[in-house]
């Protein structure tokens, strides 16, 4: 055990243990524990953390007690689903830890459309079970993460231009809130809250479980263009004006990956239309340089989730990013971009862009995710498995965000936040945040839920 873990363990009362497990139907983990050191981390390795005690909830009632024994004990809390915060939030040293991991179930309602899904589902477990109705959710295309925290703080995926955001998609929520109380919220019960909840949801409360509307997909015409960096600047260039006449329901993701020998400039597509008009929109972007690579296929939508995301594939990374917002690729975006992207320090280093357009991605609408707009969004990120990787690799995403950040607009999308500040989450909610302050004010009032891209309860509320 090592000296932190140690010292954790000896400050918790052994007779408030005995009491709490009497009533806790899941399992307890301490300091100690066979299962702490590996229970304890979460998916960013760069994150340290040492709880006091992990409760591993199994249904609302043991989430219940896990708030109690936190609050009777002034003791912070830490919600976790499926760890993937990258700042994470999914651990807290020297508190509780709920755990929601075991609570897994899903009920599906193909008839209505509809999934309940408890929060320790995980995206490719729903993408999976939907699926076999030919029916989703637009989820992201990392596999372990968690849907519930991927929704509740707005959920972007390949689906997202033609059918919406994750939050999108909530139909009602049931959670415990920081009083222990069982509380619903939908479109007729708890109205503020719900809107609340769409957007800023790790502040109000542990949801329990999410009900989800679904949308009809079975395939869609997909895959990546590779282009060597060399011809970075007219590949984005070129695609700064091919965005001007797409059809809504286009996703157009452009990264800065591996590769042996060169780096490359991939630019990745999905059409969920049909395949021979998505072949037509797409023509002038296959033909207007010859690729290294062009994998773009019909291809079943699950296969299409498969395929990965711009992160590292097996082992334990430590991450650093940085993301923001362009209205446009304008020659001194694409100069900068150009100039870091060549100089990444490690292989699994690069940029990341996501042409947000369309109804969805620019209307208003009435909830509280603030990042509902037009333009491109990017993520500046490195990851890294050695400590002694650790410095270099942040000092290049932070100059390399510094460098483009007098040429963004300032928005940011919260779940690609990491600890950045008040200012950052001002900035994620934009005008929603007040609004957000008076509804945690009411259900919040001592910020308990605090571990999270923190809204903080109006003075006034
Ligand atoms: C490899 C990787 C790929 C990603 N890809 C995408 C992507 O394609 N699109 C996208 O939009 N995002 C993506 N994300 C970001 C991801 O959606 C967010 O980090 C999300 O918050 C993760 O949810 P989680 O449940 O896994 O994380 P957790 O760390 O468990 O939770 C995240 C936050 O939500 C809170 N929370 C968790 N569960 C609950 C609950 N039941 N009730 C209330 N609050 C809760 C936590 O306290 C924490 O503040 C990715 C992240 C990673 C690491």
Known sequence: MSNRARRVKKNFNQRILRQFSKSFAGEIILPGDRSYPRVRRVWNHAVNRYPRLIARCTNPDDVIRAIHLARDHDLPAAVRS?????????????????DLSPMTQVKIDPMNKSVRIAPGVLGNQLDHITQAFKLAVPLGSCPSTGVVGYALGGGTGSLTPKFGYGCDHITQCELITADGRKVTASEREEKDLFWALRGAGANFGIVTSLELRLDPIEQVLSGHLKYPIRHATKVLAFIEDYVSGIPDELY??????????????????????????????????????????DTIQVRAYLDEQRAGSDNPGDGEYSTCRRAGHLENLSPECIEVIVDHAANAPTEASGITLVYWHGQWCSKPRDDAFGFRRSGYHYWIHSYWQQSKAGPQAQRWVHDFFSALAPLSTGAVYVNDLQEEGEERVRAA????????????SEFDPTNFFCVNQNIRPALNG
Request: proline content about 8%; some cysteine.
């Open 429 to 440: 909610y934009a005008d929603k945040y007040e609004r957000l302050c008076q509804i945690k």
């Open 252 to 293: 157009l993701l452009m990264a800065v990956l591996p590769h042996p020998g060169e780096r490359m400039l991939n630019i990745g597509v999905v059409w969920p239309g049909e395949p021979r008009r998505g072949e037509k929109v797409l023509s002038p972007l296959r033909k207007f340089l010859k690729p290294v690579e």
């Open 82 to 98: 499926g760890g993937h915060s990258f700042a994470g939030h999914g651990v807290c040293d020297d508190g509780i830890l709920i």
